[in-house]
């Protein structure tokens, strides 16, 4: 039987939120998992534009593409599935409004948490505002799903909050410490907001079981007394764009991620890529990360809402309704530096110029995940390669060497 959810996703406008919105719209989920989603995206356009949803009516053939009022603070599609209020998160009384709007038509089944900054070099010099900012619409966000009686969130988290581990070399799990190393300040927000949301979940486990009270001596699983599921993603470094060339990334500025950087190179922006030190303890000197790409990403949390929702269709998913769960999402692979660089080249058809630099402060050596949790429990496993991901970048780059602002 077809059921239909209703997601509230912040920030979706953005770089992964938008192709979050692929995957969720796409004809091929439905048949998949037998929900029907629509969405409701809430974006301030603090750093993207809504020009990207266009290009998600457009790569999911909704009906009648996607519009915007003349003022551009909303917008929808004909059939009323990608609906777009232009909201900052954070203000109380803007989201309830979009809370109060969407009651009388059944509210929201989930939430998915995307919205936030996430410029690290920025987060150094602008604190308070990355607090602000992160925390704030964390807490607005989750204070609104108490009071309209929405209660599973799929939140956006990041491999960063492991900090420098004490074994580099070895696969991120789960279960491995978090919080005392981080190396910067975007990062501790992640790590505070995963703080916050566990100590949200815990207050919402039975009395009975608290303590050890109740009749099976508080052996029983809290799950089942515990209204809210809550499904913490700790993104490693997503990387590439959608297969169609017609969204990706659009990083305003100076790209701070190295993807976006060589290929806004490799399209004759910028000179050359720095490398940011080649005298790490890798094989080749340069810094090793798990890249995944965006669109395995996306696919990632509609199975972080099937799981929350007590869905068990995949060949090993489990359900995690009731439950607070961590996943690591990335390939469990890692690539350096110059592994990017040469991949990216292959795609181009041209080799990319490099010149090497000084360490980047706070970098850390090697950052790969162990993504078995996430393959077990809730049937996810990243399919797309480095090959896929320099492909689709370089098809999005070629198509859009200003991104969405030619089009807006
Ligand atoms: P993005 O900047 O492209 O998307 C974030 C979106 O949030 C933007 O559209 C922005 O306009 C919106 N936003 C910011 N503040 C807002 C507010 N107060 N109210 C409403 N909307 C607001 O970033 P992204 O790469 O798509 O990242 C999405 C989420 O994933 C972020 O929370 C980010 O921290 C997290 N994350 C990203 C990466 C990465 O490498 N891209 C890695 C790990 C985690
Ligand atoms: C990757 C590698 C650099 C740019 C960051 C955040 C993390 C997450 C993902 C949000 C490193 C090297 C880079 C360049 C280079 N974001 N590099 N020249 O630092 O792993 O992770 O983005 O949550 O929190 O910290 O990603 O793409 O910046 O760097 O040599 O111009 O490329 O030193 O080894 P990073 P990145």
Known sequence: ????????????????????????????????????????????????????????????????????????????????????????????????????????????????????????????????????VNLGTTLTLLDLMEEYGCRSIVFSSSATVYGVAKDEKAKLKETDEVGTTITNCYGRTKYMIEQILQDFHASHESSQHEGGGGDDGGKRDAAKDNPWSVVVLRYFNPAGAHPSGKMGEDPSGVPNNLMPFVAQVAVGRRPHVTVFGNDYDTPDGTGVRDYLHVMDLADGHVAALGYADGATTGDNSRSGRGKLSTFNLGTGTGYSVLDMVDAFGRA??????????????????????????????????????????CRDLWSWQTNNPNGYRDAA
């Open 1 to 132: 039987m077809v059921t239909h959810k209703r997601v509230l996703v912040t920030g979706g406008c953005g770089y992964i939120g938008s192709h979050t919105l692929v995957s969720l719209l796409d004809p091929s989920t439905a048949s998949r998992t037998n929900v029907v989603y629509s969405v409701v995206v809430v974006d301030n356009l603090v750093n993207s534009s809504s020009e990207s949803l266009r290009r998600v009516a457009d790569v999911v053939a909704l009906d009648g593409g996607f519009a915007t009022s003349d003022d551009g603070l909303s917008g929808r599609d004909a059939g009323g599935r990608l609906e777009f209020r232009k909201v900052d998160c954070a203000d109380i009384s803007a989201l309830r409004a979009v809370f109060e709007e969407f009651a009388p038509l059944g509210g929201f089944d989930a939430a998915v948490h995307f919205a936030g900054l996430k410029a690290v070099g920025e987060s150094k010099s602008m604190p308070l505002r990355y607090y602000e």
């Open 348 to 389: 181009v058809g041209r080799p990319i110029p490099v010149v090497v630099g000084p360490r980047r402060p706070g970098d850390v050596t090697i950052y790969m995940a162990d993504p078995t949790r996430a393959k077990e429990e809730m049937g996810w496993e990243a399919r797309k390669d480095l090959d896929d991901m």
